[in-house]
């Protein structure tokens, strides 16, 4: 038995909670984060963050 209070009666998991208990959607934000991460390596945001030897 959980210690939260149950808000509502026990119902089917709404949409979003679907998605996001698929697998592909795990593997959709470890390639979009890859993905962000690339972007952000290539951009010239991070020529500003490189120390000046």
Same mark, same amino acid.
């Given at each position: 038995?959980?210690?939260?209070?149950?808000?509502?009666?026990?119902?089917?998991?709404?949409?979003?909670?679907?998605?996001?208990?698929?697998?592909?959607?795990?593997?959709?934000? =470890?390639?979009?984060?890859?993905?962000?991460?690339?972007?952000?390596?290539?951009?010239?945001?991070?020529?500003?963050?490189?120390? =000046?030897?």
């Amino acid at each position: 038995s959980s210690t939260y209070p149950k808000m509502a009666p026990k119902q089917e998991p709404s949409r979003f909670e679907q998605i996001k208990n698929a697998p592909a959607f795990t593997a959709a934000v =470890q390639v979009a984060l890859f993905a962000a991460g690339v972007a952000f390596i290539q951009s010239p945001l991070m020529e500003f963050l490189v120390p =000046q030897l």
